[in-house]
């Protein structure tokens, strides 16, 4: 009835306002499939969608963006729904504000632009978790993206409540809403039919067909489809949905349709994810990825009249805790998801956004093309100020639970930081702490800093100092983004498992397990450290007017970010806070380059995570949450700043790095001899792209592989590999979690093409040696312990003619 109810309204609206019915507006029709085309209302169409993330644009800029895409000569705007946006709280659903999808989707229709959903329920998209809810976890033992009852109990509420605001808006109905996607390239995390087609059911129930004014009978529905890799999107590729590949800029294009054209020689051709750039993680360089590939892939694409979604066209920012990590490993994201898209992080058009527009001119039916729009508001800059309040981070304890060891998940609590300490007893000689910390520990002995434990560095254990009876070990975990990718997914916070203390004398090892802790969670909210801060300036001014004598915490804040360099180690991480004034309010880039890590709130809005070793340096604060007057910035710094200044600049830092030594894996000790090394395989690569396989000689035992390149196909000394596998004894793909490049002779840091590209899941990633570097070139995996394989599967870089491909090879397992 109400659905009625809205339609009529609709199309009262409609008959009022004939001025709306462009292209994209409002009269009921149908998006469907023809022969090797899609058809909109009957007609062939091509469709040209701009992939951008609402929830990574602040409101207010929405509509600018969304023109911003129509000025590049697109016709559709792609969006993911993230899940876990809308339901922070178990059952607990927000559609409001800065969430409302539908108001989104209403504006992309008013501009004339189809919209095309994907709504999980898992998104990857370098957010939290790839989009699930923190809570699933809850159920320990829960199966994601699996056919669990209870993770498709809460995906089915969910779609039903996503479907609340969107049904309404399918073209069917008189809204942009052309084409719906079912999961998210599930080829990459497994096969899982039933699974794949329960989620299909379940859209196709919610987004069912409805009767078509111009048409007998009920029309067919919202078109659905399902994307993947062309290397593995037969896996899960389910008979009724539409088919589309996602790939990179500079991939083959013939090469990446080959399999579907032949298995569904009639079907619509579509890149649903055309990478334009590519994210960036911390502690590696600024990801680009050149204009011209970009545009001539597309130019391509468009010329053999096939579809597209650039991914991504503005990639925005993620605000707050929302960026996620990759795996294998831990590789969390930095904040600034710009993407080296052609619209850049805070709106801006960028050479390769000119690039783009003017091929895209040529495909605009004659044309002229829309206007490009003034950017909401200009960019200002902020003096360097100071940040001289401060609040430790013990000051924001509260309900401590005492007992055995808990994870952030146990405490109820999705993001944050969690304090944990226990008593030891006497140990007499220096022991070594071991367990799992997500993310990031930092130790302290009596209140004194003993080390840090970086699960980026893939670090699992510190080795601690003799301790006296009764000495308070004290942990503190901060927790980043959860894995977005893989089997990992399942990224529990905290300290998972048992911490243990080891001691080894000649006669034995004694391995200690604390089993009496304190855990205290301290959430990542803008209320917790506002409340600490608010709770010693109160104690400070009780102090300053006689009332009550120096307590710690008010020391601290009496004598500012100075008096805590004093304090013991134990009270560094903490809260610090202070203002600028603006007269006049625009966008611009806080510079943090001079803090340690942590969060950033500005007024009140969670801005994102920093951290010293980069790249980015300096976080996007939008105009539209400034104000003239007084601003506040709150910076929760869990290791402590060398200076608590801050100032606004005009342009972003997304490419500093700050290390203590360089990622690259050259360090000569770790260069095996292979000499009298008798190889697993030798012989020579084929030419061209796509995966091969190389059969060893019987079973091969080894916890190192090398490979040997001593030739390329073409006659160059630049090697390039996307990606290897070794099989096990049943002929399987060996898990290649444990897997890190123990030794490479020769990285190409400055495109990012490390060692550890051979295994990042990735086809569109690469190990690359340096130019200048000679043949033969080596690198060398540690599988983390010793495995017993009989092959190896080996990709050489995706872009066409597979630059840097190797041909003659020698592989040994050691
Ligand atoms: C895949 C996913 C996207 C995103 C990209 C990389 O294609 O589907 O969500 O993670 O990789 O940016
Ligand atoms: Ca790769």
Same mark, same amino acid.
Not at 12 to 28: D, G, T
Not at 468 to 480: H, R
């Given at each position: 009835m109400k659905q009625i109810f809205r339609k009529l309204a609709l199309a009262a609206m409609l008959m009022a306002a004939p001025s709306l019915m462009s292209a994209a507006n409002n009269k009921p029709g149908d998006f469907t499939v023809g022969d090797k085309t899609f058809l909109l209302n009957g007609q062939p169409f091509i469709v040209k969608a701009a992939e951008v993330h609402y929830p990574r644009i602040p409101r207010p800029y929405w509509e600018h963006r969304i023109k911003m895409c129509k000025a590049l000569g697109m016709n559709a705007i792609c969006i993911y729904i993230f899940w876990n946006i809308h339901e922070q709280q178990e059952g607990v659903f927000d559609f409001t504000g800065n969430n409302d999808v539908a108001e989104f989707c209403r504006l992309a229709q008013k501009n004339g632009m189809y919209v095309i959903v994907r709504p999980g329920p898992y998104v990857c998209a370098e957010w939290e978790m790839g989009g699930l809810p923190w809570w699933l976890l809850k159920k320990k033992d829960i199966k994601?993206? @699996?056919? !669990?009852?209870?993770?498709?109990?809460?995906?089915?509420?969910? +779609?039903?409540?996503?479907? @609340?605001?969107?049904? !309404?808006l399918t073209i069917q109905n008189g809204g942009p809403i052309i084409m719906i996607q079912v999961e998210n390239e599930y080829g990459s995390y497994g096969e899982d039919k039933p699974y794949v087609s329960e989620i299909r059911d379940c859209l196709r129930e919610i987004y069912r067909p409805t009767p078509l004014p111009h048409r007998e009978g009920p029309g067919e529905g919202l078109l659905l489809f399902q994307c993947d890799w062309s290397s593995n999107f037969t896996k899960n590729g389910l008979d009724d949905l539409v088919w589309t590949m996602n790939f990179g800029t500079g991939a083959n294009i013939d090469d990446q349709f080959r399999r579907l054209g032949e298995l569904r020689p009639n079907a619509p051709k579509m890149c649903s994810e055309f990478w334009s750039g590519w994210f960036d993680k911390w502690g590696a360089r600024h990801e680009t990825r050149p204009a011209k590939d970009m545009v001539e892939g597309m130019d391509e694409m468009l010329s053999k009249g096939i579809s597209f979604s650039l991914y991504m066209?503005?990639?925005?920012?993620?605000f707050g805790h929302w960026a996620g990590a990759n795996s294998p490993g831990f590789a969390p994201d930095v904040t600034s998801y710009d993407?080296?898209?052609?619209?850049?992080?805070?709106?801006?058009?960028?050479?390769?956004?000119? +690039?783009?527009?003017?091929?895209? +001119?040529?495909?605009?039916?004659?044309k002229k093309m829309p206007a490009v729009p003034k950017a909401p508001m200009p960019i200002i800059t902020v003096p360097k100020f100071q940040l001289t309040e401060f609040a430790p981070l013990i000051s924001a304890i509260t309900k401590p639970v005492n007992g055995a060891i808990k994870t952030f998940e146990e405490m109820d609590m999705g993001w944050g930081t969690m304090m944990y300490s226990t008593r030891l007893p006497e140990i007499t000689s220096q022991s070594v702490l071991s367990g799992e910390f997500h993310d990031f520990a930092q130790v302290f002995i009596d209140k004194k800093y003993i080390g840090k434990i970086d699960r980026v560095k893939n670090e699992k254990?510190?080795?601690?100092?003799?301790?006296? =009876?009764?000495?308070?070990?004290?942990?503190?975990?901060?927790?980043?983004?959860?894995?977005?990718?893989?089997?990992?997914?399942? !990224?529990? =916070?905290?300290?998972?498992?048992?911490?243990?203390?080891t001691t080894e004398t000649d006669e034995a090892e004694i391995v200690l397990t604390p089993k009496n802790w304190m855990n205290v969670a301290i959430p990542d909210d803008y209320e917790t450290a506002k409340n600490a801060l608010d709770m010693v300036k109160g104690v400070n001014d009780q102090m300053t007017a006689g009332k009550v004598k120096g307590s710690v915490p008010a020391l601290a804040l009496t004598q500012g970010y100075e008096g805590s360099k004093k304090l013991a180690d134990i009270m560094k991480p903490g809260y610090h806070r202070g203002y600028f004034t603006l007269k006049k309010v625009g966008d611009t880039f806080l510079n943090f380059e001079t803090w340690g890590k942590g969060q950033v709130y500005v007024n009140g809005h969670a801005m994102g995570r920093i951290w010293s070793i980069g790249p980015q340096q300096t976080l996007y604060v939008p105009g539209c949450w400034l104000k003239k007057g007084k601003n506040e910035v709150i910076?929760?710094?869990?290791?402590?700043?060398? @200076?608590?200044?801050?100032?606004?600049?005009?342009?972003? @830092?997304?490419?500093?790095?700050?290390l203590e030594k360089s990622n690259k894996h050259n360090n000569i000790g770790d260069k095996p001899d292979l000499n009298s090394a008798t190889p697993a395989a030798t012989g020579a690569f084929k030419a061209g792209n796509g995966w091969q396989t190389i059969k060893f000689n019987g079973q091969k035992k080894g916890r190192f592989l090398a490979i040997e390149c001593l030739s390329t196909q073409k006659n160059g000394d630049r090697v390039a590999i996307a990606e290897l596998y070794l099989q096990g004894t049943d002929g399987k793909r060996i898990s290649r979690e444990p897997w890190k490049t123990k030794y490479a002779n020769s990285e190409d840091e400055s495109g990012n093409h490390l060692g550890d590209k051979v295994f990042d899941l990735q086809e569109s990633t690469y190990w690359q040696t340096e130019k200048s570097a000679s043949m033969p070139h080596l690198i060398v995996i540690d599988l983390g312990s010793v495995q017993t394989v009989t092959a190896l599967e080996y990709l050489p870089r995706a872009e066409q003619g597979a630059p840097g491909s190797v041909k003659d090879f020698k592989i040994y397992l050691y």
């Amino acid at each position: 009835m109400k659905q009625i109810f809205r339609k009529l309204a609709l199309a009262a609206m409609l008959m009022a306002a004939p001025s709306l019915m462009s292209a994209a507006n409002n009269k009921p029709g149908d998006f469907t499939v023809g022969d090797k085309t899609f058809l909109l209302n009957g007609q062939p169409f091509i469709v040209k969608a701009a992939e951008v993330h609402y929830p990574r644009i602040p409101r207010p800029y929405w509509e600018h963006r969304i023109k911003m895409c129509k000025a590049l000569g697109m016709n559709a705007i792609c969006i993911y729904i993230f899940w876990n946006i809308h339901e922070q709280q178990e059952g607990v659903f927000d559609f409001t504000g800065n969430n409302d999808v539908a108001e989104f989707c209403r504006l992309a229709q008013k501009n004339g632009m189809y919209v095309i959903v994907r709504p999980g329920p898992y998104v990857c998209a370098e957010w939290e978790m790839g989009g699930l809810p923190w809570w699933l976890l809850k159920k320990k033992d829960i199966k994601l993206r @699996e056919r !669990d009852p209870y993770f498709m109990e809460r995906v089915k509420i969910f +779609e039903e409540k996503v479907g @609340e605001q969107l049904a !309404d808006l399918t073209i069917q109905n008189g809204g942009p809403i052309i084409m719906i996607q079912v999961e998210n390239e599930y080829g990459s995390y497994g096969e899982d039919k039933p699974y794949v087609s329960e989620i299909r059911d379940c859209l196709r129930e919610i987004y069912r067909p409805t009767p078509l004014p111009h048409r007998e009978g009920p029309g067919e529905g919202l078109l659905l489809f399902q994307c993947d890799w062309s290397s593995n999107f037969t896996k899960n590729g389910l008979d009724d949905l539409v088919w589309t590949m996602n790939f990179g800029t500079g991939a083959n294009i013939d090469d990446q349709f080959r399999r579907l054209g032949e298995l569904r020689p009639n079907a619509p051709k579509m890149c649903s994810e055309f990478w334009s750039g590519w994210f960036d993680k911390w502690g590696a360089r600024h990801e680009t990825r050149p204009a011209k590939d970009m545009v001539e892939g597309m130019d391509e694409m468009l010329s053999k009249g096939i579809s597209f979604s650039l991914y991504m066209t503005h990639g925005g920012t993620s605000f707050g805790h929302w960026a996620g990590a990759n795996s294998p490993g831990f590789a969390p994201d930095v904040t600034s998801y710009d993407y080296d898209a052609p619209i850049n992080e805070y709106g801006l058009a960028t050479p390769k956004f000119w +690039e783009l527009r003017k091929m895209m +001119e040529k495909y605009n039916d004659g044309k002229k093309m829309p206007a490009v729009p003034k950017a909401p508001m200009p960019i200002i800059t902020v003096p360097k100020f100071q940040l001289t309040e401060f609040a430790p981070l013990i000051s924001a304890i509260t309900k401590p639970v005492n007992g055995a060891i808990k994870t952030f998940e146990e405490m109820d609590m999705g993001w944050g930081t969690m304090m944990y300490s226990t008593r030891l007893p006497e140990i007499t000689s220096q022991s070594v702490l071991s367990g799992e910390f997500h993310d990031f520990a930092q130790v302290f002995i009596d209140k004194k800093y003993i080390g840090k434990i970086d699960r980026v560095k893939n670090e699992k254990s510190l080795t601690l100092p003799a301790v006296k =009876k009764g000495a308070e070990l004290i942990i503190i975990v901060e927790g980043m983004g959860r894995i977005n990718f893989g089997r990992a997914i399942k !990224d529990f =916070k905290g300290i998972v498992g048992n911490v243990t203390l080891t001691t080894e004398t000649d006669e034995a090892e004694i391995v200690l397990t604390p089993k009496n802790w304190m855990n205290v969670a301290i959430p990542d909210d803008y209320e917790t450290a506002k409340n600490a801060l608010d709770m010693v300036k109160g104690v400070n001014d009780q102090m300053t007017a006689g009332k009550v004598k120096g307590s710690v915490p008010a020391l601290a804040l009496t004598q500012g970010y100075e008096g805590s360099k004093k304090l013991a180690d134990i009270m560094k991480p903490g809260y610090h806070r202070g203002y600028f004034t603006l007269k006049k309010v625009g966008d611009t880039f806080l510079n943090f380059e001079t803090w340690g890590k942590g969060q950033v709130y500005v007024n009140g809005h969670a801005m994102g995570r920093i951290w010293s070793i980069g790249p980015q340096q300096t976080l996007y604060v939008p105009g539209c949450w400034l104000k003239k007057g007084k601003n506040e910035v709150i910076v929760l710094d869990v290791v402590g700043p060398r @200076e608590a200044v801050v100032w606004g600049q005009a342009e972003p @830092e997304l490419n500093k790095l700050q290390l203590e030594k360089s990622n690259k894996h050259n360090n000569i000790g770790d260069k095996p001899d292979l000499n009298s090394a008798t190889p697993a395989a030798t012989g020579a690569f084929k030419a061209g792209n796509g995966w091969q396989t190389i059969k060893f000689n019987g079973q091969k035992k080894g916890r190192f592989l090398a490979i040997e390149c001593l030739s390329t196909q073409k006659n160059g000394d630049r090697v390039a590999i996307a990606e290897l596998y070794l099989q096990g004894t049943d002929g399987k793909r060996i898990s290649r979690e444990p897997w890190k490049t123990k030794y490479a002779n020769s990285e190409d840091e400055s495109g990012n093409h490390l060692g550890d590209k051979v295994f990042d899941l990735q086809e569109s990633t690469y190990w690359q040696t340096e130019k200048s570097a000679s043949m033969p070139h080596l690198i060398v995996i540690d599988l983390g312990s010793v495995q017993t394989v009989t092959a190896l599967e080996y990709l050489p870089r995706a872009e066409q003619g597979a630059p840097g491909s190797v041909k003659d090879f020698k592989i040994y397992l050691y």
